[in-house]
T-cell receptor, first 114, second 109 residues
Framework: DTGVSQDPRHKITKRGQNVTFRCDPI?????LYWYRQTLGQGPEFLTY????????KSRLLSDRFSAERPKGSFSTLEIQRTEQGDSAMYLC????????????FGAGSRLTVL | AQRVTQPEKLLSVFKGAPVELKCNYS??????LFWYVQYSRQRLQLLLR??SRESIKGFTADLNKGETSFHLKKPFAQEEDSAMYYC???????????FGTGTQLKVEL
């Protein structure tokens, strides 16, 4: 197990296009989180899953954002009709429920919307 | 409101000097706090958490509920300590972390 994997590492797209990011968590971790980070800011919570159930979604999150974790393993984050303001680093993290709330982060997927 | 404040964007110290990275929080419940670190070209990773009351890489942090602070300290800075440091608060019923904006620590020779 090489930790939390994210793909792609970089994505450049034109405004209005859809993009999808994938996250493969540590295999025995049942909780998976998505965060967004922009320049000069800390990671901002987007959503999290426990197994396949999406338990919370940030109220700040636009309806253009959707996340899935269909089999309780990998997760995808889709952004529809991208806007320039969506340009950011999208971070995935995983942990055990009851794992002392210690998150293991992936390297992130950097999105640039032109 | 649940909030983490790191007032310094950049902290520059000389090697061997003491380091204190400030973190203040706002939380109505019993706080659980963490320090995460990101070294250049590496992933965000846990440095320490207040529950463990441990010293990692010479760093310590004490939770002060009266001052609502969780400052990170090290008596003698090393060049390899140069990194971005984020303070984080467990919120959402203990289900998610709320991060501060981070402090860039630069240790100069």
């Amino acid at each position: 197990d090489t930790g939390v994997s994210q793909d792609p590492r970089h994505k450049i797209t034109k405004r209005g296009q859809n993009v999808t990011f994938r996250c493969d968590p540590i295999s025995e971790h049942n909780r998976l989180y998505w965060y967004r980070q922009t320049l000069g800011q800390g990671p901002e919570f987007l959503t999290y899953f426990q197994n396949e159930a999406q338990l919370e979604k940030s109220r700040l999150l636009s309806d253009r954002f959707s996340a899935e974790r269909p089999k309780g393993s990998f997760s995808t984050l889709e952004i529809q009709r991208t806007e320039q303001g969506d340009s950011a680093m999208y971070l995935c993290a995983s942990t055990h429920k009851g794992g002392a709330n210690v998150l293991t982060f992936g390297a992130g997927s950097r999105l640039t919307v032109l | 409101a649940q909030r983490v404040t790191q007032p310094e964007k950049l902290l520059s110290v000389f090697k061997g000097a003491p380091v204190e990275l400030k973190c203040n929080y706002s939380y109505s419940g019993s706080p659980e706090l963490f320090w995460y670190v990101q070294y250049s070209r590496q992933r965000l990773q846990l440095l320490l958490r207040h529950i463990s009351r441990e010293s990692i890489k010479g760093f310590t942090a004490d939770l002060n509920k009266g001052e609502t602070s969780f400052h990170l300290k090290k008596p003698f800075a090393q060049e390899e300590d140069s990194a971005m440091y984020y303070c984080a608060l467990l919120t959402g019923g203990g289900n998610k972390l709320t991060f501060g904006t981070g402090t860039q620590l630069k240790v100069e020779l």
